[in-house]
């Protein structure tokens, strides 16, 4: 089994920064892209930053310039930092990893969801 631990969210003022982390464990052979996605109340699910094995990102619009997603492949972990934070940027925050296991079939698997909240 693979779980995903997610840490990092809290309250922050807009102007401020905070940095997620996620690490995964269990049965892990390697894992491809891991990424962070965020759900808004009322809203739909979306991607804020993806990163593969070898370090290529890719970010939403809305957080370009401000968010940074980097990832320590030794400890299969991948953090988020968010700088500039915006009150549009609240949401639940979730990790995702596109995780291979010993058979080498590739499974997706997500975290639990840590809350980000921006104050005006």
């Known amino acids: 089994q693979v779980q995903l631990v997610e840490s990092g969210g809290g309250l922050v003022q807009a102007g401020g920064s905070l940095r997620l982390s996620c690490a995964a464990s269990?049965?892990?052979?390697?894992?491809?892209?891991m990424g962070w996605y965020r759900q808004a109340p009322g809203k739909q699910r979306e991607l804020v930053a993806a990163?593969?094995?070898?370090?290529?990102?890719n970010y939403a619009d809305s957080v370009k310039g401000r968010f940074t997603i980097s990832r320590d492949n030794a400890k299969n972990t991948v953090y988020l930092q968010m700088n500039s934070l915006k009150p549009e940027d609240t949401a639940v925050y979730y990790c995702n990893a596109g995780v291979i296991l010993g058979f080498g079939d590739e499974y997706d698997y997500w975290g639990q969801g840590t809350q980000v909240t921006v104050s005006s």
């Open positions: 990163i593969t094995s070898g370090g290529s990102t």
């Open positions: 269990g049965s892990i052979f390697s894992i491809n892209a």
